[in-house]
Structures are given as structure tokens and as C-alpha cells.
């Protein structure tokens, strides 16, 4: 059967990309707020011991190259319309992981003056990592889940 009749082609297409993103998704990491301790787990996530590139996953520099974005801290006022370029300026389809209780809700910081919230308040999220820090383990494992529903999902 030729593949390009009744949209075979490009489904065949789709296939191919879905695989490659969730084979090596690129990641960038932002902070918008955070006391580093969720950080200080993710560069751990990243070193030899971890090792989280098993999976394919590389930390990106720019959000242009990303597929993934891996938020950690609470959104303060100031860091709102980074977040906001940031998530804009990569390609589609993009997806958002949340570390950390900060960013899930605003953890401790919750009700201070300069802070807005969890990161969903101001971008959509895709997956929550809760703890105050989640260990490298929990990191790695709701990356992977994230990956698992990449092959069917279609991003925003
Ligand atoms: S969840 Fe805990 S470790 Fe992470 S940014 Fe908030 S206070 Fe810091």
C-alpha cells in the first residue's frame, strides 16, 4: 500500500516523531522562585550516579531546542513574565514538569507578598514531583511517567 493515500504518510511521520521525542526529550530547567534545594536535587539527578541521560533526556540551554520544562520553586511576582517567555518561546508540542511542593503549590511560601503561586497559576502543567525536595529517585520517576503519556499525548 503507498503510505501517502488516506493520510498513512503522515501518520507514518507522526509515529517517527512521537518515537525521537520520547526516545531523547530535551530539557531546560527554570527557577522561578525556589530556595535551591529543589535545584541542588536535580543536578544531582543529572551526575553519573543518577544518571538520567539513560533515558535520553539532555539539559538544554535554550527553550527552543526544549520539549520539556522543569520548573522548580513557587512563581514570584518577578519571575512571572520569565516563565512566561520562556514557555513561550519553545517549539510545539511543549510539555511542563513540576519539582518540588513550591511549585506544585506554592509550598511554604504560599500567602507571601511577592509570591503568585504554583507554577499552573500562570503556565499549564503536565506533571507534578511533590516533596521538599524530591529525591533524585521520585525526579527520575515522574520524568519517565511524563514519558510514557508523551506517546500518546498531544502537548499545549
Ligand atoms: S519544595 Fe522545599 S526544597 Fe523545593 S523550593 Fe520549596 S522549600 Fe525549597
Redesign the pocket.
Known sequence: MDPRKNGAWQELLDQVRTWARVNSPWAIHFNS?????????ILATLTPRYDVERFGIKLQGSPRHADVLVC???VTRQARERLLRIYEQMPEPKFVVV??????SG???QGCYNVLGGVDQVIPVHAYIP????RPEAIIDGIVKLLGSLKTAKGK
Open positions: 522562585g525556589s530556595c535551591n534545594g529543589c535545584d541542588i536535587e522548580t520553586g513557587p519539582v518540588g511542593s513550591c511549585g506544585t509550598g511554604v511560601f516533596g521538599c525536595p524530591p
